[in-house]
């Protein structure tokens, strides 16, 4: 029984871990567009999160525009909590990244 729930968080912890890097590469490919700005992303990104997980896995987004070897990127940050038991209780903290090139006009 034990083994079950240990492979049961596990996957949940996974399970968290991917959806917020999704929602981070999300949010900046929508920062990216042409008109938009990091601020767009971070907010977008807040969305997801809150529909997908819970609003406590939304509460620390940040959003950049950052160079890399001369192409412009936008990236995400979301810093969310890893799920102890169940998806209550602190554990620790996942800090996750999206990223995007910057579109030109």
Do not use: W
């Amino acid at each position: 029984m034990v083994m079950f729930v240990a492979v049961v968080q596990l996957a949940l912890v996974q399970h968290v871990r991917n959806t917020c890097i999704d929602a981070a590469a999300e949010g900046a490919r929508y920062a990216a567009q042409v008109g938009r700005d990091p601020s767009d992303g971070a907010a977008r990104t807040v969305e997801l999160l809150r529909q997908s997980l819970a609003p406590s896995y939304a509460q620390d987004v940040t959003a950049r525009q950052v160079d890399a070897g001369g192409l412009a990127l936008v990236e995400v940050t979301v810093r969310a909590p890893v799920p102890l038991v169940g998806l209550l209780g602190p554990g620790g903290v996942l800090e996750l990244q999206g990223h995007a090139p910057v579109e030109g006009p």
